[in-house]
């Protein structure tokens, strides 16, 4: 069977050949693309605004301590431009978690989009009191059911 294969190689025309190719390029370049066509590079650089100068003012405003968790990152929070073009992964390598990761480039977004820090910047989530779900745990009170008693 693998020797009809090879003989149907061999006698493909050059068109099909040239498009096999093609196919070929593109799976190749497949894993690459997403990360060519949205890399942080490509976004404009917001311009600087009263009171956020620095990239360490704006982590600042922006709360949940999230200065302090970016400080390994000293060369990228040197340069106004160089932190605009910080990339997760790039977070990622020095070690901040995934849901400061994702606060602190959410909020990169909106600043670049021209939202008041004031706007959109919040506290995390308050942990939950009481845990699991249904009909024994409502309203946070416990729910008893005529089978305990």
């Known amino acids: 069977m693998h020797v009809l294969l090879l003989d149907l190689d061999n006698s493909m025309s ?4 040239r498009l096999m190719l093609g196919c070929r390029a593109r799976l190749l370049w497949r894993p ?8 942080a590079s490509t976004k ?6 009263v009171g956020i100068e620095t990239p360490e003012a704006f ?12 400080s390994s990152l000293q060369d990228a929070l040197a340069e106004w431009n160089s932190f605009w073009t910080l990339h997760g992964s790039e977070m990622k390598k ?11 480039l959410w909020s ?7 939202w008041a820090i004031k ?13 699991g779900r249904g009909p024994s745990v409502q ?7 005529r089978r305990d008693r």
């Open 32 to 39: 690459l693309a997403r990360s060519l066509s949205t890399s």
């Open 139 to 145: 309203f946070g009170k416990r729910i008893r059911s």
């Open 108 to 114: 990169m977004e909106k600043y670049r989009l021209g």
């Open 14 to 17: 050059s068109a099909v050949q």
């Open 44 to 49: 404009p650089v917001p311009s600087k605004r």
């Open 94 to 104: 020095a070690g901040v978690p995934v849901k400061d990761r994702r606060y602190i």
């Open 59 to 70: 982590l600042k405003a922006i709360g949940r301590s999230s200065d302090t968790k970016l």
């Open 119 to 131: 706007d959109f910047a919040h506290e995390p989530k308050p942990k939950k009191k009481i845990r």
